[in-house]
């Protein structure tokens, strides 16, 4: 925890309310087309029910993933382990308009054949139970149908990988993300 006086300058915070970094993955729609993941900072637990469990997923409008998820009813929820910081690059710059972004990659797929990346401490498969318009975004509530931790290590946060990714990755995400603001601040649901 970052002092007062200590020369750190203290976190926003909410970025204290960010989940780990998870990738969420939807399958294509087409035969043949390929599935597609990104990068996701809003996955949050959704039940206290033991035997109905739910995450709630926010997903941004502007990516591919959304789309898929949309149309196709499921979706995937890897969280990511700090051994995969070599994935925020294809999921979290690229886009699976431009492409199949998951080509290469290691990656294994649900029963419902969304995808999900072995090495990572656990995945889910989503049945979408709902879906909740934010404008800017959407707000997937969500029936976990199947589930495996995979690892005892704690998932990887923003804050830690920002500290190893380097600077050109950094100046990458942060113009993505200034496109994505852009996008949002016309379409998001405000006060």
Known sequence: MTQRGSGTPPRD????????LCAIGARGLEAGAPPNAQICVSVFGASIVPERPRVLVSLSKTNYTHELAVASGTLSVSALAAGQLPLLEPLGLRSGRDGDKLAGLEVALTGAGDPW???????????VIEHH???????FLCAVRERET???????????????VGAEFLERWAEKSRREQAAARASMRWV
């Open 117 to 127: 990346f072995p090495g990572c401490v656990g995945y889910l498969g989503c049945e």
């Open 13 to 20: 915070v909410l970025s204290s309310f960010w989940s780990p």
């Open 133 to 139: 318009d934010l404008g800017d975004a959407t707000a």
């Open 150 to 164: 995979l690892s005892a290590e704690p998932a990887l946060r923003w804050p830690d990988a920002q500290q190893v």
